[in-house]
């Protein structure tokens, strides 16, 4: 297990979500709005991006040269093409239950993780937060920060 295996897990896990737009395994950046829009556009044209980051990692070591567990919690973030007259809250809401559903499909992300059962038995995926924004003072997007918590073992 690694953290580039681990990251290539989720991410191939969020890409085969219905209605999911661009996946990034890192989080994307540009100077200008529109080429960061242009990033996160999907096929039909419309802004559906994600980006998958990891945010820290803690490691417990059981015995000195014995398996040592790793904590990661990475970061999703989404955004979304806010449009009211179409209802895309509601759709925006229903793609991040479909990803929390694939999530809870595969707790050891397909074999590269022990599990992403948090501490306290928070399972999988969470919705850290949903919100809307704008950018370049006229544009509304909905926003979003799913977190999850993956423990690996590493020799």
Known sequence: MSVATITAAIKTTLE???????????????RSFGRFFNLMKDSSGDVNGWMISRKSTSEIFEQIGGPKTRYHRYEIRGIYDL??????????????????????????LGGACVTTIGSGGSAGIQVAEVDV???????????????????????
């Open 16 to 30: 085969g979500v219905t209605g999911i737009g661009p996946v990034h395994g890192y989080e994307r950046w540009s």
């Open 83 to 108: 449009d009211d007259e179409n209802g895309s809250e509601a759709t925006f809401q229903a793609l991040l239950e479909s990803i929390c559903a694939a999530f809870r499909s595969d707790y050891t």
């Open 133 to 155: 924004t704008d950018f370049e003072s006229e544009t509304l997007f909905h926003v979003c920060t799913l977190t999850l918590d993956v423990e690996e073992e590493t020799t």
